[in-house]
C-alpha cells in the first residue's frame, strides 16, 4: 500500500509539451451539441471574426444575408469576437508549464529525500523536533507527536503516536503527513517502514551547540519559514555571545556529567552535551571518543570533579535522591558528593533545541555565580519565561537513557527513553 499524494497531470485534447503554444484549430463557426462553453469553439470563432477584414465585414454579411438580418447580425458577431479574447487567454494560460508539486532537499544524514513544496502535516519522532516546531510558531502543523513529547505543554494534547523507538506505523500513516522528523536515535527500520509506505523522513543530528543552531535553519527552511528560523537562531547566538563574555576571564569547573547512575555513563567529549558543559564554563573530566562512555567510579574518585552535574525531568524528589546517590558503592569517596556540590539543571540541556540555551545558562549561573551578581535578577526572569526554576539538589539522576540501554526501555531506576 502506498500512502501519499503524487502530482496530477491533466491532458487535454490540444494540449503539446509544456511550454509550448497549443495546436492550430481549424474553422469552427458552428458548434456541436454540447460544446458551445469550449476552448475550441471560441478559438474558432475568434479565428472568423480576425479572418475577415474590417472593410470587407459589411460586403460579406450583405452577401450572404437579408437586409433585415444585417443588424442582428452585426451584434452577434460583436459578441462573439468580445467572448473569445478571454477564452483564448485561457487556452494560453492552460498551456504555461505548472510549478513542479515536489522538491528534493538532503537531511543531516546525508540522504536526498522527496518532499512536498509546501509542508502542512508534521509527524514529530522527537521531544527536540517537537520543541523546534513550536519554537518555529508551526505548531498548528504538528499533526502528531511521541509519549515523550513534553514541552511545551500544548504538546502534550497532540496525537501520540508510540515511543521514539517504537512509534505505531499505522496511526502515523493515518495522520496523513507529508513529512516526518526523526534523529539518529530512532531506529533505521522505522525511516526505511515509512519509506515503503511513501512517507518521507528528514532526519536531524547535531553534534555541537553550533550544530543545534545549524540545524534550527536549515529545517526552517525545509519547512518554508526561513524568517522564523533566522529570528530563533539570531536570539540564541546573541545568548551565547553574552555568556561567553561572562565567563571569558574566569577558569573553567571541573565537572562529571550524570547521564545514568548504574551503571556510571557520562558523556563523550565529541557530543552537544559535552559542548553545553564547555559553553558554561565547565570541562567534562571524561576524556572519551565515545558518545555515552560507561565510567568507572574509581577513576571518578581519583580525578575528583569539582561539581557533579545532573539534568532534572521530574523535581520535587530531593532529598531522597542524593541520599540514595550518597548510599551507592564507591560514590562516598567522591568529594563533590560528600561535599554535596552538586548542578541540577533543567532535562532541555538533554535536548538539541532552542531551549538548550537557557540550560546552558542555568548551568553556569550555578557554576559561576559571580560572573551573574550584578543581574542575578534579570538574568532569574528571562529563565523563568521559559523554564521554571530547579530546586536546590532537586535532582533525577537517571533522567536519560543512553541509546545502547539494554532491551532499549527505561529501567527501573525511570528514566526518559528518547531524551532528544
Known amino acids: 500500500m502506498r500512502i501519499g499524494r503524487g502530482p496530477a497531470t491533466v491532458i487535454g485534447s490540444n494540449s503539446r509539451k509544456p511550454g509550448h503554444p497549443p495546436l492550430a484549430q481549424r474553422p469552427a463557426p458552428f458548434a456541436r451539441k454540447g460544446e458551445a462553453g469550449s476552448p475550441r469553439v471560441s478559438r474558432g470563432a475568434f479565428f472568423v471574426s480576425g479572418g475577415i477584414s474590417r472593410r470587407n465585414r459589411g460586403g460579406f454579411l450583405k452577401k450572404f444575408l437579408p437586409s433585415r438580418l444585417h443588424p442582428a447580425a452585426f451584434a452577434v458577431l460583436a459578441v462573439l469576437t468580445c467572448a473569445a479574447a478571454p477564452a483564448y487567454a485561457q487556452s494560453a494560460t492552460h498551456s504555461s508549464p505548472e510549478p513542479p508539486a515536489f522538491r528534493e ?100 543530528d ?128 567522591v568529594h563533590a558528593v560528600r561535599d554535596h556540590r552538586y548542578a541540577v539543571i533543567s532535562d532541555a540541556v538533554n535536548r538539541p533545541a532552542p531551549r538548550i540555551v537557557s540550560a546552558i545558562e542555568e548551568l553556569a549561573r550555578q557554576l559561576h555565580p559571580e560572573a551573574f551578581a550584578e543581574k542575578a535578577g534579570d538574568t532569574k526572569k528571562e529563565t523563568e519565561k521559559e523554564n521554571p526554576p530547579a530546586r536546590p539538589l532537586a535532582f533525577a539522576p537517571f533522567s536519560w537513557n543512553p541509546p545502547h540501554s539494554p532491551h532499549g526501555h527505561s529501567s527501573s531506576t525511570g528514566g526518559c527513553l528518547c531524551g532528544r
Request: proline share 7%; charged share 20%; with cysteine.
Open 105 to 204: 532537499v538532503a537531511d543531516e544524514l546525508g540522504r536526498t529525500i522527496r518532499i512536498p513544496q509546501q509542508v502542512r502535516r508534521i509527524v514529530s519522532l522527537s521531544p527536540s523536533s517537537t520543541e523546534t516546531i513550536y519554537a518555529l510558531g508551526l505548531q498548528d502543523r504538528l499533526v502528531g507527536d511521541t509519549d515523550y513529547c513534553d514541552y511545551p505543554a500544548d504538546a502534550q494534547k497532540k496525537t501520540k503516536v508510540g515511543g521514539a523507538t517504537n512509534p505505531s506505523l499505522e496511526v502515523i500513516a493515518s495522520l496523513h503527513p507529508d513529512l516526518v522528523l526523526v534523529t539518529k536515535l530512532n531506529r533505521l527500520e522505522t525511516t526505511q517502514s515509512l519509506a515503503e509506505l511513501g512517507i518521507p523522513s528528514y532526519a536531524t
Open 206 to 333: 547535531p553534534h555541537t551547540v553550533a550544530d543545534i543552531l545549524s540545524s534550527i535553519k536549515t529545517l526552517a527552511d525545509v519547512l518554508g519559514v526561513p524568517e522564523a528560523g533566522a529570528s530563533v537562531v539570531e536570539d540564541m547566538q546573541r545568548r551565547l555571545d553574552d555568556l561567553q563574555r561572562r565567563l571569558r576571564d574566569l577558569p573553567p569547573k571541573r565537572a562529571l556529567f550524570v547521564v545514568w547512575a548504574q551503571p556510571l555513563i557520562s558523556t563523550g567529549q565529541h557530543t552537544f552535551l559535552a559542548d553545553a558543559l564547555r559553553r558554561a564554563g565547565a570541562v567534562s573530566i571524561v576524556n572519551s571518543s565515545q558518545d555515552w562512555p560507561q565510567v568507572n567510579l574509581e577513576e571518578v574518585a581519583r580525578l575528583q570533579p569539582d561539581f557533579l552535574v545532573f539534568a532534572e525531568s521530574q523535581p520535587g524528589n530531593a532529598s531522597r535522591e542524593v541520599q540514595k546517590l550518597a548510599t551507592f558503592p564507591g560514590w562516598k569517596i
